[in-house]
């Protein structure tokens, strides 16, 4: 579940904030902001907006170091296609339909056709999203990747919660603020720390060739 609105810091659960963080989603970055990681969600508000949005860590399966783009910085994917309206919008691809005298025909498909409508139906089913936050102070980032790491070890089974959460997800998996009400994610204390630590055990931190780290939610 995705939240547009503003991004308000909370008052208890917070483990990272930090301005001048910019956001990309897909091929597009939206701009520079301030990032704020708590135990129930990523958020980040743009500067020259009035809504930012907030990633509820179910909804993130996977999160890593990525120095892929120019520069290092944090990678994560969400498990659905994101529409952020006005912001960014994936266009839905339409297979094609031959229509010849006024009747459908989609039996005499070209293999070019065929082939395109195979694409189309494979990039329907993964439904997925990805993003980079891109600190100005690059020295952040493990610092960003540590605390991610540790709010989203607190909400295990994400596969399970998606299911769950779905009654409350329209088709782009997003809400307005005004319409969810969080309930309260207990503080970390000293038996905490055992628990998050236990959590993290199921948690694959993977080098790879490109030099990417990653948490992977599912595991």
């Given at each position: 579940m995705v939240i547009i609105g503003p991004v308000n810091l909370p008052e208890v659960g917070l483990s990272y904030t930090g301005g001048n963080v910019q956001l990309k989603i897909g091929e597009k970055i939206i701009g520079t902001g301030t990032l704020s990681i708590s135990q129930s969600a990523l958020g980040w508000q743009p500067d020259h907006l009035e809504d930012g949005i907030s990633f509820l860590w179910k909804q993130i399966s996977v999160h890593g170091i990525s120095s892929a783009t120019p520069a290092k910085c944090i990678y994560f994917m969400l498990v659905h296609q994101l529409t952020w309206r006005g912001i960014y919008e994936v266009a839905a691809a339409s297979p094609y339909i031959n229509i010849q005298n006024g009747v459908?025909?989609?039996?005499?498909?070209?293999?070019?056709?065929?082939?395109?409508?195979?694409?189309?139906?494979?990039?329907?089913?993964?439904?997925?999203?990805?993003?980079?936050?891109?600190?100005?102070?690059?020295?952040?980032?493990?610092?960003?990747?540590?605390?991610?790491?540790?709010?989203?070890?607190?909400?295990?089974?994400?596969?399970?919660?998606?299911?769950?959460?779905?009654?409350?997800?329209?088709?782009?998996?997003?809400?307005?603020?005004?319409?969810?009400?969080?309930?309260?994610?207990?503080?970390?204390?000293?038996?905490?720390?055992?628990?998050?630590?236990?959590?993290?055990?199921?948690?694959?931190?993977?080098?790879?060739?490109?030099?990417?780290?990653?948490?992977?939610?599912?595991?």
């Open positions: 459908e025909d989609e039996g005499n498909a070209t293999d070019e056709e065929e082939n395109d409508d195979e694409i189309f139906q494979d990039a329907e089913e993964e439904q997925i999203t990805e993003c980079w936050l891109i600190p100005e102070d690059v020295n952040t980032v493990d610092t960003i990747f540590q605390a991610m790491t540790e709010c989203q070890a607190l909400h295990p089974d994400s596969a399970d919660s998606i299911s769950e959460e779905s009654d409350y997800m329209d088709d782009e998996g997003l809400v307005e603020a005004e319409e969810l009400v969080f309930g309260e994610v207990p503080e970390i204390g000293a038996a905490g720390e055992s628990d998050t630590i236990e959590a993290q055990g199921g948690i694959k931190n993977l080098n790879l060739n490109d030099d990417q780290r990653f948490a992977d939610a599912d595991e």
